[in-house]
């Protein structure tokens, strides 16, 4: 039986009644789940914003359509926990530049003065370098913030990232330019 037969199998048993079929379905997708999840929440949430994921396939699985692929449709889901999940933490984030440790900031002033882009690559610090992404990065709304990750970070394509996302190839594209712009200044005004 393949993968996709069992998926409608199982999602038709869980409909039915039969709750329990739906541990098949999370045996079978869990390491998945958890590959997307990493990629887009921080280390420690990454078992809270799965077990989300889960509930909300689980919620939602009258929703799984007959011709749908059952991958596709929970990596969408997860995508779009990970979405919310920086959209809740964008509404309630507090100064962020005051989570730099002292050194990040100290090079975030080096950095400033002299030219970005030289400092920037001359320096050549990965770990320092992600913490000033991830600032950025936090510095985003949550729409912002996906597309960067989906279509910069992880290199999606804008069709895959709309399809992840439920948004138009039209708006990903949109988006994106704009979240790189913003990302731009920010970054300059905080080296200068």
Not at 146 to 152: A, F, G, Q
Not at 154 to 171: C, K
Request: some cysteine; overall charge positive.
């Amino acid at each position: 039986m393949t993968d996709v037969t069992a998926d409608r199998r199982d999602a038709d048993r869980v409909l039915a009644g039969d709750v329990n079929a739906f541990a098949n379905l999370l045996r079978r997708y869990q390491a998945q789940v958890i590959g997307i999840v990493r990629r887009h929440v921080p280390p420690d949430r990454v078992e809270e914003i799965a077990q989300d994921v889960f509930v909300r396939a689980y919620r939602s699985l009258g929703n799984f359509r007959e011709g749908d692929r059952f991958r596709q449709w929970l990596s969408a889901i997860a995508v779009r926990t990970c979405y919310d999940y920086w959209r809740r933490r964008y509404r309630r984030r507090e100064v962020a530049v005051s989570q730099l440790s002292e050194a990040h900031r100290a090079w975030l002033e080096r950095v400033g003065a002299a030219d970005a882009e030289q400092a920037w690559q001359a320096l050549g610090n990965r770990a320092e370098a992600r913490q000033v992404l991830d600032w950025a990065l936090a510095q985003l709304s949550a729409e912002d913030r996906m597309v960067i990750e989906l279509v910069h970070l992880e290199e999606q394509s804008v069709q895959e990232a709309a399809r992840l996302l439920g948004w138009s190839v039209a708006n990903v594209k949109v988006r994106a330019f704009r979240a790189r712009r913003k990302m731009h200044k920010m970054i300059k005004e905080r080296l200068s």
